[in-house]
């Protein structure tokens, strides 16, 4: 019995079903190239800071129809397919005109494509051919991305894969490469542009064939003004637009940040298309722009490194690894944000705040600059001279590095470490070595990163942090030292006040600390606002010395031009109050014993200072290494001079106050007590043998010293007699030579008024004041290879 007409038609479509079924899965659709592992990494704001090109060369970077401007998708859609939204995959409409103009003209004239038909050939290369076989490949492949994909997937896949010439893809890539901005922003004409170029993207590329670029454009305007698209002023001022592009290469942002995040999602397995950074792309390019303006002021070999971290979120806002990422000469491709250098004096900081911390110190608490040796190592200063009484804040301010190892000492450099380790900072130390009181001067190593995640705890309330490169990066953060010792240090280091502070002449109130490794080979600065941490390294990836540049003179003034690029409002915000944490008060002190002035009697208080004091604390100075004990003495006066006891019993008892024994050199008579100012009486003064007293030989009080004819210096042979454990020969404060005997030579050049030191390892000293005169003319039958003088009496050298 045949079947009803109705039932055969029913049969007949599900025949065709099966059929169409079967082919899809006889010949399932291409994976699509944007599947390619194409990596982009990203700004904050989306920007892209480096891409890698798939394993096919091409540059993508996924993009969706809402983060398109949505000019560029009226004009793709109007100009390319309007029918897309309804059409099945192909238009009958336009197959037709295509197929009478090939049978009336011989060859294709139009090939009537949609939309889907045009990703049917990105996605599938045998139908990207002109040909007949193509076309019908073409068509089928269409039809069976509409069974899989809904509209808005078909769009982004085009949105993706459409070829912008040389190796871009994409409407994304392409508005970055060609016009420097994210396809959400384009103009009417560069939407009309990007339109255009998938039509003929070799023979269109704007940054080669400007003048086809722009005929194609002309004609997208042109189209969307006749179809009632776009009002005929606005396409007018669009085509007045020029169209140009700069020749393709590589702009790139934070190479080696991005880098840096495409080598650990290869550790850790990932296969991602993008990667978001929390770098701020404004900022990152101002900050490579600074550095580079800078090239020209170093050795050829020398290079820099800057990193930006903002102290509410520890998000890394500007990181850049080298100076000029193409020239390998200045190891374009070392990561000195990450690499492990001597941190110089950039951990004073910590130090003195640990201290704060522990009791030992206030900040104004006296300290000892001058020449001293612990247990075999013997300190000096960056620029050799000794100040003799310095407070903590002098200290830190001008970086002086004996009263910083003196301080290591008594809080322990091993603890110091610790803590220092604890809180994200690890000093790597030589092999097998040991953390020793080098360390504060840079004996061990760690990063320019470590190094600011540590720097921020002087913006958090005393958190260090460790920065986030990433916006997933889990939060970490470590107490390094109270609220109040991080308030006190950073007041200090704001208020700077050695000749010379870059931050000086600004509105910025910048909390700034530099440092030098041993040989000149590292050049650092660390600077702390509110809102930020900027940390700046300059020197050879190497490790070669670098002479004449170290940290107030190359990396300072870097940091103060990173501090004004951080943006116009920055210097405002700096100058909001600043509230005081309830545990720091300000309170006067006394010099020499370190007291608050209200429990030091009047008469022991031969200074006054005002300092910052933490939980009610105020300590004492610190015990005096040479003389234990107080430096408060019981003396004995009578009649207007010093007595004993013993041969004066009518003498009256009174407290002396000293300063410590190694600042006796550094001392006038203006600042001792005015008991210790009392000569001593006649047969009663102490019993002293003579062979304790330390004297000068070489050199008398009040010499003239005269360069011999045709010579500009004089030398000098010298003894200390009655030195013990070693001498310290200081001219001027300024150390000239250390000896374990008691002899040293000295050469002088400078003309002028001159106090010669010598200090032995017991605190005893003993100094002559002499003349140095200005190089006298040679004489007849005098030349220059005469001898200079090379001992010294009034009565040789007058």
Not at 107 to 122: E, N, Y
Not at 525 to 546: H, K, Q, S
Request: charged share 20%; hydrophobic share 40%.
């Amino acid at each position: 019995m045949p079947l009803p007409r109705l039932r055969r038609v029913e049969l007949a479509v599900a025949a065709l079903g099966i059929a169409v079924l079967a082919l899809d899965l006889a010949f399932p659709l291409p994976q699509p190239a944007s599947d390619a592992p194409t990596l982009t990494v990203l700004a904050a704001d989306g920007t892209p800071l480096r891409s890698w090109a798939s394993e096919d060369g091409a540059q993508r970077q996924p993009t969706t129809p809402e983060a398109v401007s949505p000019r560029y998708l009226q004009a793709l859609l109007h100009y390319e397919d309007s029918w897309f939204r309804w059409h099945p995959g192909v238009n009958p409409v336009a197959l037709a005109r295509a197929a009478w103009q090939w049978a009336r003209h011989g060859h294709i004239v139009s090939g009537g494509s949609t939309l889907t038909m045009q990703v049917a050939r990105l996605v599938d290369e045998k139908a990207a051919g002109r040909s007949l076989a193509a076309k019908l490949r073409q068509i089928a492949r269409a039809l069976q991305l509409e069974l899989h994909c809904s509209k808005r997937e078909i769009l982004t896949l085009y949105l993706n894969l459409a070829p912008m010439g040389g190796p871009l893809e994409g409407v994304e890539t392409a508005s970055r490469a060609y016009l420097g901005k994210p396809a959400a922003e384009l103009s009417a004409a560069e939407a009309a542009l990007l339109v255009a170029l998938p039509q003929s993207p070799t023979r269109l590329r704007p940054d080669r064939a400007v003048q086809a670029a722009q005929a194609a454009r002309d004609k997208v305007l042109t189209r969307m003004q006749t179809l009632g698209v776009w009002p005929a002023a606005e396409v007018a001022d669009a085509k007045l637009e020029r169209v140009f592009a700069p020749p393709l290469r590589a702009r790139w942002l934070a190479p080696l940040a991005a880098e840096r995040l495409r080598q650990q999602a290869r550790r850790e397995g990932r296969r991602e298309a993008v990667i978001q950074t929390t770098l701020d792309a404004g900022l990152q390019a101002r900050l490579e722009q600074l550095l580079a303006d800078r090239l020209n002021t170093l050795p050829e070999a020398n290079s820099m490194a800057a990193l930006v971290v903002d102290n509410r979120t520890l998000e890394v806002r500007g990181y850049v690894g080298s100076a000029d990422f193409s020239d390998p000469r200045r190891g374009a491709h070392v990561d000195m944000v990450r690499a492990q250098r001597s941190p110089g004096s950039t951990l004073k900081p910590f130090l003195y705040g640990m201290a704060l911390d522990e009791g030992l110190i206030h900040s104004e608490s006296l300290l000892i600059d001058a020449p001293q040796n612990f247990g075999g190592y013997a300190p000096g200063n960056f620029q050799a001279d000794f100040s003799g009484p310095v407070s903590v804040s002098e200290a830190l301010q001008r970086s002086l590095n004996v009263p910083a190892v003196d301080l290591l000492d008594r809080l322990g450099p091993e603890r110091f470490a610790g803590r220092l380790r604890h809180a994200g900072l690890r000093l790597r130390m030589p092999a097998n070595a040991a953390p020793n009181l080098s360390l504060i001067l840079g004996g061990g190593s760690t990063s320019l990163e470590e190094l600011v995640g540590a720097y921020t705890a002087l913006a958090r309330g005393g958190l260090a942090g460790r920065p986030r490169l990433t916006p997933g990066a889990a939060p970490h953060e470590v107490r390094l030292m109270s609220e109040g010792a991080a308030f006190i240090v950073r007041e200090i280091l704001e208020n700077g006040g050695r000749p010379g502070n870059p931050f000086r002449e600004s509105n910025q109130r910048v909390a700034w600390k530099t440092g030098t490794s041993f040989g000149f080979r590292d050049a650092w600065a660390l600077g702390v606002t509110d809102r930020y941490t900027v940390g700046v390294w300059v020197g050879r990836p190497d490790g070669t010395p670098n002479p004449g540049h170290f940290g107030a003179n190359t990396s300072a003034p870097l940091l103060r031009d990173l501090a004004a690029a951080l943006g116009p409002d920055e210097a405002r915000q700096q100058l909001a109050p600043r509230r005081q944490p309830d545990s720091v008060r300000a309170l006067p002190i006394c010099w020499p014993l370190g007291r608050a002035e209200a429990a030091t009697p009047t008469a022991q208080c031969l200074q006054r200072r005002s300092a910052w004091t933490l939980d009610g604390a105020v300590p004492p100075t610190l015990p005096d290494r040479l003389q234990p004990g107080s430096l408060v003495e019981t003396a004995w006066t009578q009649g207007g001079h010093r007595v004993r006891p013993d041969c004066a019993p009518d003498a009256t008892r009174a407290e002396l106050v000293r300063w410590p024994t190694l600042l006796g050199p550094f001392l006038d008579a203006a600042r001792l007590d005015p008991l210790a100012r009392l000569p001593w009486a006649p047969g009663c003064a102490p019993r002293s043998p003579a062979a304790q007293a330390l004297r000068i030989v070489g050199l008398e009080p009040g010499t003239v010293l005269r360069p011999a004819p045709g010579r500009r210096d004089v030398t000098l042979r010298l003894q200390a007699i009655g030195a013990q454990q070693g001498v310290n020969w200081l001219l001027d404060g300024q150390l000239v030579g250390s000896d374990l005997g008691n002899s040293q030579t000295l050469t002088l050049r400078a003309p002028g008024s001159h106090a010669l030191t010598a200090m032995d390892g017991r605190g005893r000293w003993a100094r002559v004041g002499f003349e140095l005169q200005a190089e006298a003319p040679a004489r007849a039958g005098k030349g220059a290879d005469d001898p200079a003088v090379t001992s010294a009496s009034p009565s040789a050298l007058r």
